[in-house]
């Protein structure tokens, strides 16, 4: 206990010059003074009994790294720099001696150095930077200029040695700034220092050590160092950039050359104050003399622009703002010197800055008022060659379905003239065998003395006048329809049956066959009266001629069925029918499926040439045996049938 009292008093002497620390030989600390808590910000009951160890720490980039002692058995005295690691976060730097005691304990005695450590960091970094900086650094004395340090770039820009440059004075360096007499320094001086917290930038001459000189901008600031003034010199060789300036400035001028030779320029639009930026021949593309104000603002812009075309500006605004891509369009600018408008070709694109972000827009504006002119003149060039072309193209359609017309004028009449030649020849013959029949029976007649071969003749003779009148009438049908134009009319169909019908009641098959008539009909129905009578006349006398009279209940079925766009007649008996053979021919003039029936074979072609005037069609089914069907279809020419139609 005397002992620790006597380590306590000698602690509360070392207050004000250091710190001392009673430490076991296992580093554990036993006693300090106020000194050393008030330097790592703790209190005193918070460093007691804790390892010596825990509060040192190894600092990253320091200048001196002093490993710890380690206490054993043989026990030496230490002497060195430790850094402590203050609670709050910031490194402390004590210069400490350790002193072994017999007893085993360890009295250490420290000295804060912390400033003196950030110092010398500080001059570690500014030397580190110094030497290794793109641009030259020299450090002189304020007031007399001399050299005192320097980095290696510039060495490399004088062609000097460090050593040769620290023996040179400011204004052995730089010739084209006036620091040779002490007022000249002196104001020069006074002008920096009034400029502490802004560094002076000069633009000088440099001297080389062979004698050459090249442009120089030089960055001054001033810096009091243990009272005495240095000036820090930050050095550019501007030979590179002055050679750019002026290479850029000559392509400006070439490119406002251009500008002007094209007819072209350029601005830019910035959002912090909505102003424009014009390039002179853009400026000039308005017509304007060179000492009228541009349009400053979107809205001045726009009063420049033709009304139908400031939408598509607006547009083209709000387009690039989201999308951040270019964008193509033509717009019309008011031309102040003539009052007319001209026509742009314009490209708007972002306007962008360091870190992307949009801040404004830019474009190009171009004319293409010769080009949009050159174009309107071919367009309508070309306008009135595709209303030649059409012109053309009618004509031809025209020439082309004349030459159809007359194609099929010539098909027709190649038919007629082959149906002329083939009713001349029928004529020829199934006029002439009645006639010669009739006459060989008339001879006969007179030559018999007998009553009853007598009235066999004249029999004979009444079925060939009956033949040749039933000819002559088929002859006359087929050339009505041939040469009368359609007349429609009202149809009352059932009464053009049964009239048709009544015709044949006389023939020896009508009474066994049974008529069935079924009309469906809703509207009225309009057709060519004489045209629907040679169809049923030709239909209903077929279906009666080849009737099969030994049959149980022979019959013939009309079906017609009435709708607003056509009408339908179904012609149905269970007759001979006509062989398959045959049916691909039985509508062919003068063709006969059976040459044992009377009749000259041209029924069923006037049906179909009658159907075909009525721009109908006509369908066939039959089975030799079993009977026929015939479907006519023909339109309803009753004009109130569109109105039903819907």
């Known amino acids: 206990m005397q002992v620790k009292l006597t380590n306590s008093q000698l602690l509360e002497s070392l207050h004000q010059s250091g710190c001392l620390l009673l430490q076991l030989m296992k580093g554990k600390i036993i006693d300090c003074n106020n000194t050393f808590t008030q330097l790592l910000q703790v209190n005193k009951e918070e460093l007691l009994y804790t390892q010596l160890k825990d509060w040192i720490i190894d600092v990253p980039g320091a200048l001196h790294k002093v490993p710890f002692p380690v206490f054993n058995e043989n026990d030496e005295n230490w002497h060195g720099e430790i850094a402590f690691n203050s ?107 009034r400029q502490q917290n802004f560094p002076k930038i000069l633009i000088g001459i440099h001297k080389r050590k062979d004698g050459s000189t090249y442009p120089a901008e030089v960055t001054i600031h001033h810096e009091a160092y243990e009272g005495k003034g240095y000036f820090i010199s930050i050095v550019r060789d501007t030979t590179s950039r002055i050679q750019t300036e002026n290479k850029l400035q000559d392509t400006i001028l070439e490119l406002e050359e251009a500008q002007k030779f094209g007819n072209l320029g350029n601005w830019k639009y910035f959002f912090v104050n909505q102003k424009i930026e014009w ?72 306007l962008l800055d360091e870190v992307g972000d949009i801040i ?15 174009e309107e003149q071919i367009n309508a060039m070309l306008e009135q060659e595709l209303h030649l072309n059409a012109q053309l193209a009618a004509r031809e359609d025209e020439l082309v379905k004349t030459n159809e017309q007359l194609s099929e004028n010539i098909d027709q009449l190649n038919q007629r003239n082959e149906e002329l030649d083939n009713l001349v020849y029928s004529i020829s013959h199934d006029l002439r065998a009645p006639i010669a029949s009739v006459l060989g029976l008339i001879k006969l007649a007179k030559d018999s003395d007998q009553w009853e071969d007598i009235g ?34 009202e149809i009352p169909i059932k009464q053009l049956i049964l009239d048709t019908y009544a015709q044949y009641e006389f023939l020896k098959n009508t009474s066994k066959i049974q008529l069935v008539i079924n009309i469906s009909q809703t509207i009225p129905f309009h057709s060519d009266l004489f045209r629907l009578s040679i169809i049923c006349n030709n239909l209903i006398s077929n279906a009666i001629k080849y009737a099969r009279t030994e049959k149980n209940r022979p019959y013939i079925k009309i079906q017609i069925d009435v709708e607003a766009q056509y009408s339908y007649f179904t012609f149905e008996d269970n007759g001979m029918g006509i062989n398959e053979r045959h049916l691909s021919k039985v509508f062919d003039m003068f063709y006969k499926a059976d040459s044992h029936f009377q009749g000259a074979g041209i029924g069923l072609y006037i049906v179909k040439e009658t159907v075909k005037k009525l721009k109908g069609n006509v369908q066939l089914h039959s089975e030799s045996g079993k009977g026929t069907t015939i479907t006519i279809c023909v339109p309803n020419l009753y004009k109130g049938a569109s109105s039903h139609r819907k």
């Open 456 to 489: 066999e003749y004249l029999e004979k003779q009444e079925y060939c006048i009956f033949k040749l009148d039933n000819y002559i009438k088929d002859i006359l049908d087929y050339a009505r329809n041939m040469r009368i134009e359609v007349k429609p009319e």
């Open 87 to 193: 609670p709050g976060g910031t490194v402390k730097w004590i210069q400490m001696h350790l002193t072994h005691h017999p007893d085993g304990l360890c009295i250490a005695v420290g000295f804060d150095i912390t400033a003196q450590k950030n110092r010398e960091k500080y001059l570690f970094q500014f030397h580190q930077f110094l030497e290794f900086a793109n641009d030259g650094i020299l450090i002189s004395e304020a007031e007399s200029g001399k050299c005192v340090d320097v980095n290696i770039m510039l060495c490399k820009m004088l062609g000097y040695t460090k050593e040769e440059i620290l023996q040179l004075n400011v204004r052995d360096i730089e010739v084209g700034y006036p620091l040779h007499t002490k007022e000249q320094r002196k104001k020069h001086v006074e002008a920096i220092k």
């Open 279 to 350: 390039s002179k021949q853009i400026f000039r593309s308005f017509g304007m003399p060179d000492e009228q104000s541009p349009p400053a603002s979107v809205e001045d812009y726009l009063q420049l622009i033709h009304p139908d075309d400031r939408n598509t500006i607006l547009e083209t605004i709000s387009k690039v703002q989201e999308s951040q891509k270019p964008v193509n369009f033509e717009i019309r600018q008011w031309q102040v010197n003539t009052g007319t408008y001209r026509w742009f070709y314009a490209r708007m694109k972002p």
């Open 360 to 374: 404004g827009l830019s474009g190009v504006n171009f004319d293409i008022h010769d080009r949009k002119t050159h």
